[in-house]
């Protein structure tokens, strides 16, 4: 009994899929007759207006406007203050090549080619000059300049100076098209737009613009000129969120009225930092390229010391050696004999004599000192020096000189 059960399960589980398929089969007939009576029919709907359709040789018979947005090509013409803004600088900015000399471990001697960016801002008797970045052009055997047209010249440094980070180029004039104009950066505000264009990674993305904001006027930044380990100068700059990245230093910032307002120097390259890029600010640019080009450097005054960071100096050596009091926290050290004839020499000052105050004004390190000498001082100024001797302080007078000669 359980036996005869299973076989007539058998077969009406057989019975199943021949059903199924009859079903199948009418609805394709039925969906094959629909389709050609559709066809058959397709002229007579057409002619009574229920169906419009694209007529031979008709570029578009559409009439749906929705449809004539993604159909019809549209012409838009971009002229932003941005466009406006770069039009009128770009054409000014070049490339500068930096041509050196280098040995290899086998003692093997090449040239090297580096490659960063530099602005034309003058076009006089024949001849145009450009605004670069020292450090782009440092120990260069020969300097070369490309530009827009792809044009390439020699260029004759007329001035360079380490510490500021700028230097001058002058080369023919006669295929340059395009004078920067440059701005003033005493008018500029936190958060207005900002425009790098240089050349990143060199002449391959040459003329890269990209767009940012100011994002601080008052930036200082420490410069370790002979790469002593200790700052020789403290380089005020205007910072940026533009990318900026190698190759464009020296290249040009820009405001929305396509006037330059900084030259752009240097950027923070650490892992997770994004958008801290530094300009130098074109009214500090204007002042110290009158004196590379008159003189070829700065006419920095001139005191006559070795100055050296007092927080570089062993802690075991300010009681042993320098008998400062626990009250003195940093200063410049003045690590070398102190030449008699010197403007330091004929004050008294002498070595390990400790200067804490110029003018009454602090001093920490030996950058400030600088700095302070450059942005404030003349030569043949009078300047109050307060200093520890032996664990005294002392105030003297000195006259500043003039820098030797290079």
């Known amino acids: 009994m359980g036996f005869y059960d299973d076989i007539a399960h058998v077969e009406r589980k057989k019975r199943k899929p021949a059903g199924l398929g009859r079903l ?64 009128k600088v770009e054409d000014a900015v ?31 008797d024949g001849k145009a000059h450009i605004i670069t970045n020292n450090h782009v052009i440092a120990n260069a055997e020969r300097v070369e300049v490309v530009l827009p047209s792809g044009d390439k010249v020699d260029a004759k440094v007329l001035g360079a100076d380490a510490f500021t980070d700028l230097a001058v180029l002058e080369i023919d004039g006669s295929k340059v098209t395009k004078v920067a104009e440059l701005g003033n950066s005493s008018t500029l505000k936190v958060g207005e737009p900002a425009i790098a264009i240089g050349n990143p990674l060199g002449m391959e993305f ?66 997770g930092i994004e958008g801290l890029g530094f300009a130098i600010p074109i009214n500090d640019v204007k002042t110290i390229v009158a004196q590379l080009m008159q003189y070829g450097q700065l006419k920095r005054p001139y005191l006559g010391i070795a100055p050296y960071d007092l927080t ?62 450059t942005l404030n001082k003349k030569p043949g100024d009078k300047i109050e020096i307060t200093y520890y001797r032996d664990g005294f302080l002392k105030t003297t007078t000195a006259t500043l000189g003039n820098t030797p000669e290079r």
């Not at 029919?41 to 229920?50: E, I, N, Q, R």
């Not at 994002?215 to 700059?237: C, N």
């Open 312 to 373: 570089n100096v062993p802690r075991y050596h300010w009681k042993e050696t320098l008998n400062l009091p626990d009250s003195v926290k940093a200063g410049v050290v003045i690590r070398d004999e102190v030449t008699r004839f010197s403007p330091a020499g004929q004050a008294g000052l002498r070595m390990y004599d400790v200067i804490v105050k110029l003018d009454g004004k602090e001093i920490n390190n030996a950058a400030q000192l600088r700095k302070y000498l």
């Open 206 to 271: 040459s003329r890269t613009v990209t767009q940012g904001i100011i994002s601080s006027l008052q930036r200082s930044m420490p410069i370790d000129v002979d790469k002593d380990g200790q700052d020789d100068w403290e380089l005020d700059v205007l910072q940026t969120d533009a990318a900026i990245n190698p190759g464009n230093s020296g290249g040009a910032l820009v405001n929305i009225y396509g006037q330059v307002i900084g030259i752009n120097t240097l950027k923070i390259s650490q892992e």
């Open 24 to 87: 199948i089969m009418t609805s394709i007939t039925s969906a094959v007759i629909g389709g050609m009576v559709v066809l058959l029919m397709l002229p007579t709907l057409s002619k009574s207006g229920y169906l419009s359709t694209v007529e031979k040789g008709t570029a578009n018979a559409m009439t749906n406007s929705a449809a004539n947005l993604f159909t019809q090509p549209i012409s838009v013409e971009v002229n932003t203050a941005t466009v406006q803004a770069v039009e």
């Open 94 to 124: 070049v490339g500068v090549i930096n041509v050196r000399r280098v040995v290899n471990w086998f003692n093997q001697e090449s040239l090297k080619r580096d490659e960063g960016s530099g602005v034309v801002f003058e076009k006089k």
